[in-house]
T-cell receptor, first 113, second 106 residues
Framework: GAGVSQSPSNKVTEKGKDVELRCDPI?????LYWYRQRLGQGLEFLIY????????KSGLPSDRFSAERTGESVSTLTIQRTQQEDSAVYLC???????????FGNGTRLTVT | GENVEQHPSTLSVQEGDSAVIKCTYS??????FPWYKQELGKRPQLIID?????GEKKDQRIAVTLNKTAKHFSLHITETQPEDSAVYFC?????FGSGTKLNVKP
């Protein structure tokens, strides 16, 4: 019964580079969510996956951001041409169903220099 | 969050006092209302939740109340302790409130 696992835990990248963040949800959880949390701020919704349905991408801040999930397994969040304002902790969460408790990973701290 | 508002943004209480945090939501079809606690440098964790078929739920010193007519739900912490100091978030669907930083003074 491992929890939600995210990698890497820390990522430092130069402005303009692409980065890929990974999330391994809890086995059997059909729903997966990505959030961005800037220092001292709240949880900004990015994208939601539910099973094999089309994802809700309404929170993605620009077309530089994209995410994929295959079935009910691993998800990757990709940020292209990173900017300094992308610096934040990116949190992934999964839940058994929609409208059930979210279980968060420890996040990936992204620093864009 | 897009459809959930949380107040206050900061709350300072003396140890032993009660703390109340309130959230309002806009979607009248919502039926699940959770609260999360995030300690400094850690991930958010669920502390209590309520579904729309009940009006109140308690778990030791914490409780959540729901008013579906007014579309708001509140977190109540009684007999606060220093370890209750953290940021608390309400959520509705996949949107989170802006958070309440609770400081419990010893």
């Amino acid at each position: 019964g491992a929890g939600v696992s995210q990698s890497p835990s820390n990522k430092v990248t130069e402005k303009g580079k692409d980065v890929e963040l990974r999330c391994d949800p809890i086995s059997g959880h059909t729903a997966l969510y990505w959030y961005r949390q800037r220092l001292g701020q709240g949880l900004e919704f990015l994208i939601y996956f539910q099973g094999n349905s089309a994802p809700d991408k309404s929170g993605l801040p620009s077309d530089r951001f994209s995410a994929e999930r295959t079935g009910e397994s691993v998800s990757t969040l990709t940020i292209q041409r990173t900017q300094q304002e992308d610096s934040a902790v990116y949190l992934c969460a999964s839940s058994q169903l929609f409208n059930s408790p979210l279980h968060f990973g420890n996040g990936t701290r992204l620093t864009v220099t | 969050g897009e459809n959930v508002e949380q107040h206050p943004s900061t709350l300072s209480v003396q140890e032993g006092d009660s703390a109340v945090i309130k959230c309002t939501y806009s979607d009248s079809a919502s039926n699940y209302f959770p609260w999360y606690k995030q300690e400094l440098g850690k991930r958010p964790q669920l502390i209590i939740d309520i579904r729309s078929n009940v009006g109140e739920k308690k778990d030791q010193r914490i409780a959540v109340t729901l008013n579906k007519t007014a579309k708001h739900f509140s977190l109540h912490i009684t007999e606060t302790q220093p370890e209750d100091s953290a940021v608390y978030f309400c959520a509705n669907k996949f949107y989170f409130g802006s958070g309440t930083k609770l400081n419990v003074k010893p």
